[in-house]
């Protein structure tokens, strides 16, 4: 699990994340869908779709899959 999070913290210092970002790309990087992350973090699906479009455009990915393939080999 240590490597799980050295690897979002990372992320988060390399993307500029929010602590809020770093938390909907965590989950998204373990498959959660938007409705999933959303209820995981109570909040709502357009507020994590808000996040996950703030993730693409700072980690410079055009889709979920890229950003997701991105966060577990590059970072």
């Known amino acids: 699990m240590e490597c799980k ?29 938007n409705r999933a992350i959303a209820a995981a973090l109570s909040c709502s699906q357009n507020t994590v779709e808000l996040h996950v479009s703030a993730l693409l455009r700072k980690a410079h990915c055009q889709s979920r899959a890229a950003l997701v393939a991105r966060y577990w080999t590059d970072v």
């Open 5 to 33: 999070h050295a690897r979002l913290l990372t992320a988060v210092r390399r993307w500029v994340l929010t602590p809020r970002q770093g938390e909907v790309l965590g989950l998204l990087a373990h498959g959660l869908s």
